[in-house]
């Protein structure tokens, strides 16, 4: 298979894997007291967390290249017509989704860890995360039932499936589990939509089209 530009470009969700993962693990270092069992991910990137700095040096690959992914694994789909329709509509509701996600949580970030919701930026955080949840769960689930046809991607839409796994058993582990532990739970939601894109990456720079290694046969 000759690759063209947009191939490599599959790469980027790698590297956004790699930069969030490094983000994650290597920002509590400049906040004293952080504890990564029990603490949120947010609160390391707050306006007012002494670790917001090396979060977004750390974090910057990941800002750019999730959103370059996933949108060209979406004109990839399109202008190729891989897939069934319902596909492709699964691929482009998580490339809004993402879009959504990258500008709003930076237009509109939190001030503090545990503020109280009442001015319009807090507000407008919790619109965008609003519209987040709800169209990452339709777009897996789209991304599901398409792997479940014959002509469907089965291997993506296993990976669908286990992403969408992920997001529901973080976001019940974290109103079930121990405070202590509060920080686990969201983990698992959080890399679960990262670890989809690094997927879709993987498949792009494969070209969609080894159907041995992603589509069902006949």
């Known amino acids: 298979m000759k690759r063209k530009l947009i191939h490599w470009l599959g790469l980027t969700g790698i590297l956004a894997l790699l930069s969030y993962t490094a983000a994650v693990v290597f920002s509590p ?27 977004d040096q ?7 290249c999730c959103v ?38 930076a237009m509109f970030p939190l001030t ?30 789209l991304l599901i039932a398409a792997g479940l046809r014959k002509d469907g991607f089965r291997g993506i839409g296993i990976c669908a499936g ?20 509060f920080g686990v739970a969201e983990r698992i939601s959080l890399f679960s939509a990262v670890g989809f894109n690094a997927v879709l990456g993987i498949c792009l720079f494969c070209g969609f089209r080894n159907g041995q290694k992603f589509r069902v046969s006949g």
């Not at 750390?58 to 750019?64: D, E, M, Q």
């Not at 979406?74 to 996600?101: A, C, D, P, Q």
């Not at 545990?114 to 339709?138: N, W």
């Open 162 to 181: 286990i992403a969408l796994a992920m997001m529901f058993a973080g976001a019940i582990g974290q109103g079930i589990v121990p405070k202590a532990y």
């Open 58 to 64: 750390l974090a910057a690959v990941y800002n750019a």
């Open 112 to 141: 503090d860890s545990g503020a109280e919701i009442t001015g319009f930026p807090e507000k407008m955080h919790i619109a965008v995360t609003a519209a987040v949840v709800p169209l990452s769960i339709a777009a897996l689930s």
């Open 68 to 105: 370059v992914c996933v949108t060209c694994v979406s004109l990839y789909v399109s202008e190729n017509k891989t897939g069934t329709r319902l596909f492709r509509i699964g691929i482009h509701l998580f490339t809004v989704m993402n879009w959504i996600s990258q500008t709003g949580y």
């Open 29 to 55: 270092l400049a906040y004293p007291g952080y504890n990564s069992l029990a603490q949120a991910v947010s609160d390391l990137s707050v306006v007012n967390a002494p670790s917001r700095l090396l979060w």
